[in-house]
């Protein structure tokens, strides 16, 4: 989809909003909408570009200054285990686990300025605006939450999510260029989870959300890694014999090449 | 020049992986194993996920067995009536051994039992080998010839029933044992992504007495099986072989191994046991000392799947 296309859908979805009598409109786009993994894919960064568009509905007393963006990446959703070692018997074991339920594999939240600075804590708590705020459902016994920022298992969770890059928080990566253009990078590490991207886009003013809107992008394995992974996945009779043939094939070629008798 | 492995799904250095298979493809011509257990843990050292590890080095040690069983054959230096009753076990052994990884997996257990299987049995073996090389250069230091130890030609083994006639190892033994060696290192193979050439080849020597004209040759038939297997069901049941590190491996294993080889003649075969036995006990300490240390996260997160 060309940029051109997002635009004029998004625009399409927004005035069909417009009866919600919302003063500000978002039109965001993306820089690349489908990332392709190579063979020599090693991460890449891409720009968010977007621009508040005020009318005539918007309040006079409403300077751009007074705009806050909070731009959410939420990569696809798997279950995911954080185990806890513990030392049993002399040695370090996993005991303790804790699932987590349809988590993003990737996560970044990117603002303007401080959570703190933007909104009272309720609100960043309803809007979800920061990763101690972000919903991490887990299954503890037979219910199903989201605990406390603080809890151990969480916190792990994203630490360890974040130190492979895959959570992120950037208080100070969403840039205006003008009072109503705005700019954010979205970096990409290498072991990125493959499939849909959602971005969420939320626009605030004195400390309450204005309007928001939302697009996406794709990461794809295309070519040889695509056949590969799918070929694994769905046909593993056949990948198992390709791959023990491949094994064949080398040792043969091998003991031809370097032969000495 | 990096280079994304589809299956274990990071990038990583192909000079990297290309030099880790020659290293461990030497290391293996030159002892004429399989070099499973180097270069598991080495993959795991890179950031390869054990699961992923094990599954595709099984097929790593399938090309170099192969190319070294080749050249055995050519000599016929091959028992194929032993490695046919071995292969019997082996694939029992394999099958027994990939349902065993599934479920361990499925336990949260898996690393740990890799873990602590490396620990058992790389520091026995590499323990007793290590005794046993270091004994032999005294015996030779000290003038004695160095006379290999034939103990009583008859222990519990020669008493078991359904004996079997090996020609060209010229033996003649139930193939009770010698398929419970079998199960054995297919078992082992498939659980901690090992070849098993090194502990194989002393069992039958010690307990089969297998003539030392074919042990090799023919432990290399049972590993080639039992790797095959392996790869075929880690592949069918678990997904989690990947062909890319697998040829890579593959490519710098068998190179190194014809090095290897060469190396390896030119060292006497005490101190070539001294040094695998040493070799072996690092690996098995470096495990043992991993599991009794603090780890620096007490944390892990495995992905378990549901992804969309």
Redesign the interface.
Known sequence: MTPCRLAALTLTLLLAGAASAHAERLIVSVSNHRVT??????GEELVLFGSVEKDAQTPASRTAAAYDLVVTVRG????????????KF?????TD?R?F??VP?YLALFANRPFDAMAASEVQRRQQLGLNNVLLTQRVGPDYADVVPNDA?RS??V???SQHGLYREDTSAVTFLTPTLFRTGIPLP??V???TYEVEIKLLADGTLVTKTETAFEIV?VG???F??TS??QN??V??????A???M??????IV??R? | ????L??A???VNIFLLLAMGAAVGFVSGMFGIGGGFLMTPLLIFVGITPAVAVASVS??I??????????YW?RRAIDPSLALVLMIGGTLGTALGVATFTLLRSL??L??MIA?SYVVLLTSVGGVMFWEGLRAIMRARQGAAATVRRPGSHVWIHGLPLKMRFKRSKIYVSVIPVIGIGILIGFLGAVMGIGGGFILVPLLIYLLRVPTSTVIGTSMVLTLAT??IA???????N?L?D??L??IL??GG??G??FGARAGQMIRGEQLRLLLGLLILAVGIRFAIE?????E????????????
Do not use: C
């Open positions: 993994v190579t063979p020599n894919y090693s696809p959703r798997a279950d995911m285990v954080t185990r806890r070692k513990e030392r002399g040695i370090w074991i996993n686990s699932q339920l349809k594999g298992f792990a969770f630490r360890l999510q290498a072991a989870p493959i499939g394995k040889f890694e695509q590969v992974a694994a996945r593993g009779f990948y198992g014999l390709v791959t023990a491949m094994a064949l080398t040792g043969w070629m091998a003991s370097f032969r008798d | 020049m990096q280079i994304y589809p299956i799904d990071i990038p097929s790593h399938a090309a170099s067995s192969f190319s070294g069983a080749l050249s050519r949260g257990q690393d740990l602590l790797m095959m790869t075929m069901l880690h592949a069918m049941s997904h072989v062909a890319v697998a040829l593959m490519v068998v190179t191994a014809q599991l009794v240390i603090r780890p996260d007490l944390f892990t997160i495995r992905e378990t799947g549901g992804s969309q």
